[in-house]
């Protein structure tokens, strides 16, 4: 069965980091592009960070730019997100995705799989 794991969530403070991984159970996801998103309560899903995993490139919202990265581990098949100078507003459940095509990464109905998410508080 495909699977999406995402670990390293927990409560940190406001300018802590934390480092989130998303692992992934069959080979074939490493062709899939895969992201990063986050769920506030009463907001909508949010798209943080995204890679193409062949090439290694890159995406971001404005928010996170320069205090995210988001990187890869092939060997492992594993996804990470290394978070730092963390804020109330970073809180939020963080999940994985992965699509196999597509070409807005903001858009959640364009990925195949999601994982169960991982829930991210910074207290202030």
């Known amino acids: 069965q495909v699977q999406l794991v995402e670990s390293g969530g927990g409560l940190v403070q406001a300018g802590g980091s934390l480092r989130l991984s998303c692992a992934a159970s069959?080979?074939?996801?490493?062709?899939?592009?895969r992201a990063w998103f986050r769920q506030a309560p009463g907001k909508e899903r949010e798209f943080v960070a995204g890679?193409?995993?062949?090439?290694?490139?890159?995406y971001y919202v404005d928010s996170v730019k320069g205090r995210f990265t988001i990187s890869r581990d092939s060997a492992k098949n594993t996804m990470y997100l290394q978070m730092s100078r963390l804020n109330h507003e970073d809180t939020a459940q963080y999940y994985c995705?992965?699509?196999?095509?597509?070409?807005?990464?903001?858009?959640?109905?364009?990925?195949?799989?999601w994982g169960q998410g991982t829930q991210v508080t910074v207290s202030s």
């Open positions: 995705a992965a699509r196999l095509h597509g070409a807005n990464w903001y858009n959640p109905h364009e990925y195949d799989y």
């Open positions: 069959e080979r074939t996801f490493r062709n899939y592009a």
């Open positions: 890679i193409q995993w062949s090439s290694g490139s890159s």
